[in-house]
């Protein structure tokens, strides 16, 4: 006859204890940090893909905080949101257009791309999906050191979630 030991199991908490202000500020820096460092540099192709789930609009800021208005297109089910946003900031802009925006990498007449009126060093930091289920897209300056989205900056909010692991929370 074998016998087993029974361990016993302390059950989870069904009550989340409630974090302090200075344990979510440290998730906030923590979370963002990582966020930053994962961000993609828009002038070199994507490694991963993220591709949409439904058919939506995504929103393209033409310069920096978006100042000269955005381009929004369409995009279908299935396409792959990185490759669609970077290939679009390698196109080169509309001649007219591109005399009244500031280009931050160069000054010369030479060929110009769309990512050059978003700052020195533009970075993908990931996407924020809006109440209507469109796409933004949530910019990291390395260099400028600021994070941006459309004709604002934004932020992370964190929560705890059922584990006690700090998540993203979505406005």
Known sequence: MKVEK???????????????DQERAAAVKSVSGLVRAFAWSIHRPPTERRV?????NIHLPRTYLATKGEDVKHVQCGTDINRFVHAH????????EEK???????EDEV????????????????YFFDKN???????WDSFLKDQWMD??????????DPS??????ED
Not at 7 to 20: D, G, K, L, M
Not at 118 to 126: F, H, M, Q
Not at 164 to 169: A, I, L, Q
């Open 89 to 96: 900031y390698m196109e080169s802009p509309a001649i007219e």
């Open 151 to 160: 004709n604002n900056k934004w932020t992370l909010n964190v929560a705890m």
């Open 6 to 20: 029974i361990e016993q199991h302390t059950p989870v908490p069904s009550v989340i204890p409630q974090p302090s």
């Open 133 to 139: 289920g469109e796409i933004h897209i949530r910019w």
């Open 164 to 169: 006690g692991k700090w998540v993203v929370e």
């Open 52 to 56: 949409c789930e439904y058919r939506t």
């Open 111 to 126: 060929v110009t791309r769309r990512h050059e009126y978003l700052g020195p060093d533009p970075r993908v930091a990931g």
């Open 100 to 106: 009244e925006w500031t280009n931050f990498v160069h």
